[in-house]
C-alpha cells in the first residue's frame, strides 16, 4: 500500500520572500497552493502533465483570471514519468517519506531487541503472557501511527485488559489498522489514536464492531 503522508512542512519565511511568488496575482497563489496540496495527496507526490486537469483541480477561471502559465511554471515534469510535481514539494516528500521509512525499521528493530533479551513469561493460569501481548500491540500501534508510546503501566493497563476480556493480538491489530485509516489523516481525529482512547472498556466495543461485523 503506498505511504500517504497527511501534512507537509510550510516554510513561511521562504514563501513570504520568494520572489516566485511576489510576482504572482492573488489568483495564481491560491491555484499554486491547491496544486502543491493535491500533489502532497498523491502517492506519487504529482499529478497528470494535462493543463486542463490542472485546472479543474485549482479552481481556475480562464475568463476571470487569464494566463494560467505562472502556475504552470512551477509544476515542471518528471523525466522518469512525465507527470508534473513542485521540485521543493518533491524534495520535501522524499526527505518525508525517508523519515518516516527509518522511524518505522528503527521500531521494528527496536521490538525484535526486545522481544529477543526479554523472555516470555506465563502470567495467568490459561498460559497467555498479558504483559508481553500488550506490549506486542503497543509496539504495533506505534508503528503505525509514528508515535512513541512507552512501555509503562498507564500505557499498556487499557490494552491488557482488552486482551483479558477475551481479544486476541490480532484483533487488536485489525482495529488499530482501521482507526488508522479512518483517522490519521485527520488532524482532529489523530489525536485519539492512543491506547487510552482505543483501548477505553466502553469505546473499545464500538470500534470492534466494525472490524467484526
Known sequence: ??????????????????????????????????????????????????????????????????????VLACFPPLKRTGRVTNPRLYAEWIKAKQQIELLSESGQKGA???WAEKPRRVSVPNGRDYQAESKEVLAFL?????????????????????????????????LIMRKVHDWLADEKMAKFLRPETLFNKTKFEGYLGEVTK
Open 1 to 70: 500500500m503506498p505511504l500517504l503522508l497527511p501534512f507537509f512542512k510550510f516554510y513561511v519565511l521562504d514563501w513570504i520572500t520568494s520572489e516566485k511568488i511576489a510576482t504572482m496575482e492573488t489568483p495564481h497563489i491560491g491555484a499554486y497552493s491547491m496544486l502543491l496540496a493535491h500533489c502532497w495527496a498523491q502517492a506519487t507526490c504529482s499529478l497528470p502533465n494535462d493543463p486542463a486537469y490542472l485546472k479543474t483541480l485549482s479552481k481556475w477561471d480562464d475568463a476571470r483570471y487569464g494566463d494560467f502559465e505562472p
Open 112 to 114: 525484535a531487541k526486545r
Open 142 to 174: 506505534n508503528e503505525k501511527t509514528r508515535k512513541h508510546f512507552r512501555e509503562v503501566d498507564a500505557t499498556l493497563a487499557p490494552i491488557q485488559a482488552r486482551l483479558k476480556s477475551g481479544v486476541d493480538v490480532q484483533t487488536c491489530r485489525t
